[in-house]
């Protein structure tokens, strides 16, 4: 098993949250590390999707993830087996991460040589959605067992993510979940969201997924 950090990380001193953040993103740009936020509801799938993900990236990009819990360190050990750097992030009760606690993070793993930093947020659908993490661009998983409503229940969130995942595709015919209308929902909040139907336990849509990553990347490389 890969060994990997685990560290403590503490809520930002800092008052002007966004200002931080756009200082971070700049940072991230000139070092050429694209930073993507996943965030979910718990349960949703976002450590199983980043596994599938990371097995069809890594030999071509350097990868390093941020694993950001309240406490343990079981999705950390998950993504070890995938070979590519993990650091464990503790956020002491906090719901949520922030720009600075998101520097903490990044210092932490190292992000030297990467091409590629994803940070797994705390499982939330309300306070992760209020903090710019400095990320380059945010993703959001939601499954079909949580319902079609949520766009209606927790459109913040819905209206600040590049791209929506809508996982565990093979079970949609045991739920009363439609898409259709899920969709609609979605980009009545946010027209210009990208939404890929996927399925972490078969694969289906990680490849579309996966091609979302190598064209954001490689567009956050390309010097402005």
């Known amino acids: 098993m890969k060994e990997f950090k685990i560290l403590e990380i503490k809520q930002s ?10 200082l971070l993103r700049e940072e991230l740009k000139q070092k050429g590390v694209f930073l993507l936020n996943l965030m979910s509801s718990p349960g949703a799938g976002k450590t199983s999707t980043l596994k599938k993900t990371i097995s069809m990236l890594k030999e071509e990009m350097h990868i390093g993830v941020l694993e950001a819990d309240i406490d343990s360190d079981v999705d950390a050990k998950t993504i070890a087996e995938t070979g590519v750097k993990v650091i464990q992030l503790h956020t002491g009760g906090m719901c949520h991460l922030d720009a600075d606690m998101t520097r903490q993070g990044l210092l932490g793993l190292d992000t030297s040589g990467l091409d590629l930093a994803i940070l797994e947020n705390v499982g939330n659908l309300v306070c992760p959605a209020e903090f710019d993490t400095g990320s380059s661009k945010n993703a959001m998983i939601l499954s079909i067992p ?14 600040i993510v590049d791209v929506l995942l809508i996982n565990k595709m093979d079970v949609l015919e045991h739920f009363d979940f439609d898409l259709e209308a899920c969709m609609e929902r979605v980009r009545k909040i946010n027209p210009d969201i990208k939404i890929i139907p996927i399925s972490a336990r078969t694969g289906e849509g990680i490849e579309i997924f996966a091609d979302w990553l190598r064209t954001e990347v490689k567009k956050w490389k390309e010097v402005d």
């Not at 409503?149 to 459109?155: I, M, S, T």
């Open 13 to 22: 001193v800092f008052e002007d949250n966004n200002k931080d953040a756009n």
């Open 146 to 159: 949580e319902g079609d409503d949520k766009p209606l229940k927790y459109p913040l969130m819905f209206s």
